[in-house]
């Protein structure tokens, strides 16, 4: 069992910055790609970004490419996303995802994660 855990959202101003974290944990967190996805208030849950298991090969959504970056940290079990320039469409529940042991592809399909944080709240206010 993997359990994930999202920090570091809040209320920031568009065009500020945060950064996101997400930590790993449990006995059978091996080779797992990883990924962000979001909710805001009244809407489906939408893919942000994912990362490969070895950091390699990353992907992102039109809608953030160019102002969010995903990286991880495998020797601490985090992965990480950084968002720059903010804006008030971005406001929304932020979920952190692993897919299965063993899947180390990047996958943009929500199904495809077997692990599910409880997510953060980021609030862009205009």
């Known amino acids: 069992q993997v359990q994930l855990l999202e920090s570091g959202g809040g209320l920031v101003q568009a065009g500020g910055s945060l950064r996101l974290s997400c930590a790993a944990s449990?006995?059978?967190?091996?080779?797992?790609?990883m990924g962000w996805f979001r909710q805001a208030p009244g809407k489906e849950r939408e893919f942000v970004a994912t990362?490969?298991?070895?950091?390699?090969?990353?992907y992102y959504a039109d809608s953030v490419k160019g102002r969010f970056t995903i990286t991880r940290a495998n020797t601490k079990n985090q992965v990480y996303l950084q968002m720059n320039n903010l804006k008030p469409e971005d406001t929304a529940v932020y979920y952190c995802?692993?897919?299965?042991?063993?899947?180390?592809?990047?996958?943009?399909?929500?199904?495809?994660?077997?692990?599910w944080g409880q997510g953060t709240q980021v609030t862009v206010s205009s």
């Open positions: 449990g006995r059978t967190f091996t080779e797992h790609a």
């Open positions: 995802a692993a897919r299965g042991s063993g899947k180390t592809r990047v996958s943009i399909t929500e199904r495809d994660y077997e692990y």
């Open positions: 990362v490969s298991w070895a950091g390699s090969s990353t």
